[in-house]
C-alpha cells in the first residue's frame, strides 16, 4: 500500500470533522473537541498549547486539502508526461526528416559539383582551339561524364 493510500485510510477512520477548539475543563487549558462536542480528540496543557491545539484541530482538513492537491498533481503530471512523449516523437521525426534532407543535398551537391567540373574541363578544351577534333573530345568528356554519373537518376527518370 503506498503512504498516500495509508493515509486516505486513516484520515477515512478518524473522527470526522470539523474539530472544535474549546477552553479546557479542570487543569487542561485546551482542548480538540469532536463536532458532537461530547469527547475530546485531545487536552493540551503544555506550552504552545493554543497553536499545537489548533494545528491538531485543522490536521484532518490539511490533509484532506493536501491528498487531494497531489492527486491533481500526479494527474497534471500524466498528462504533461503524455505531451513531452508526443513532443520528443514529434522532435524524433523532425530530426529524421532533417538528417534525410541533409544527406539528399549533400549528394545532389556532389553531382552538381562534378557537373561544373565537366563543364570547367569541356571549357579548357573547346578554349584550345576551334577544331572539330576539339569539339569531338569535348564531346567525349560528356558522355563519359553522363555514362559515370547519371545525372537524371534511375534509367528513363527525366525523360518522361
Known amino acids: 500500500m503506498s503512504k498516500q493510500e495509508e493515509i486516505k485510510q486513516a484520515l477515512a477512520a478518524a473522527t470526522p470533522g470539523p474539530w472544535l477548539l474549546e477552553e479546557g475543563w479542570n487543569d487542561n487549558p485546551m482542548m480538540v473537541m469532536r463536532p458532537d462536542r461530547k469527547v475530546p480528540v485531545a487536552e493540551l496543557a503544555f506550552q504552545n498549547y493554543e497553536n499545537d491545539a489548533n494545528l491538531i484541530a485543522k490536521a484532518p482538513e490539511y490533509i484532506a486539502y493536501l491528498l ?9 503530471n500524466q498528462e504533461l508526461d503524455g505531451w513531452a512523449t508526443e513532443g520528443f516523437e514529434e522532435n524524433q521525426k523532425l530530426v529524421d526528416e ?11 551537391n556532389s553531382r552538381h559539383t562534378k557537373a561544373i567540373r565537366l563543364l570547367m574541363h569541356v571549357t579548357d578544351i573547346l578554349s584550345m582551339g576551334r577544331t572539330p577534333d576539339r569539339a569531338g573530345a569535348a564531346l ?9 554519373n547519371n545525372p537524371v537518376g534511375q534509367e528513363g527518370e527525366g525523360n518522361q
Request: charged fraction near 60%; glycine fraction near 0%.
Open 140 to 148: 567525349q568528356e560528356i558522355y563519359k561524364w553522363l555514362h559515370e
Open 98 to 108: 532533417r538528417d534525410r534532407l541533409r544527406e539528399r543535398f549533400e549528394e545532389e
Open 68 to 76: 487531494a492537491d497531489n492527486e491533481r498533481l500526479e494527474q497534471r
